[in-house]
């Protein structure tokens, strides 16, 4: 069993930056994917980014040039640096893990943190 724990959300000004964070227990993380994701109000959720075990990274097209995921396997963290951010990236934020051997989808998911940019 996998447990996720977000933190880092906040309000912030468009143009702004933050640094969010997820905490995993459990589980073998160094070998899980690891993802991002948010969802705004009235919106299906949307991918944000993606890191693999072997540190390849994937990020949806609103986001790509202006985030990026990192992670810190020593820590059991994953990251999303937020720069340039936007009014429309207003969501909420979740973190989700894929352990080795799940091919598709994500059966572990964090409870999410808000972020709210200020236009």
């Known amino acids: 069993q996998v447990q996720l724990v977000e933190s880092g959300g906040g309000l912030v000004q468009a143009g702004g930056s933050l640094r969010l964070s997820c905490a995993a227990s459990g589980g073998t993380f160094s070998s899980s994917g690891m993802g991002w994701f948010r969802q705004a109000p009235g919106k299906e959720r949307e991918f944000v980014a993606f890191?693999?075990?072997?540190?390849?990274?994937y990020y949806g097209d609103s986001v790509k040039g202006r985030f990026t995921i990192s992670r810190d396997n020593a820590e059991k963290m994953v990251y999303l640096q937020m720069n340039s951010l936007k009014p429309e990236d207003t969501a909420v934020y979740y973190c989700?893990?894929?352990?080795?051997?799940?091919?598709?989808?994500?059966?572990?998911w964090g409870q999410g943190t808000q972020v709210t940019v200020s236009s």
């Open positions: 890191i693999s075990s072997t540190d390849r990274t």
């Open positions: 989700a893990a894929r352990p080795v051997g799940v091919l598709n989808g994500y059966p572990y």
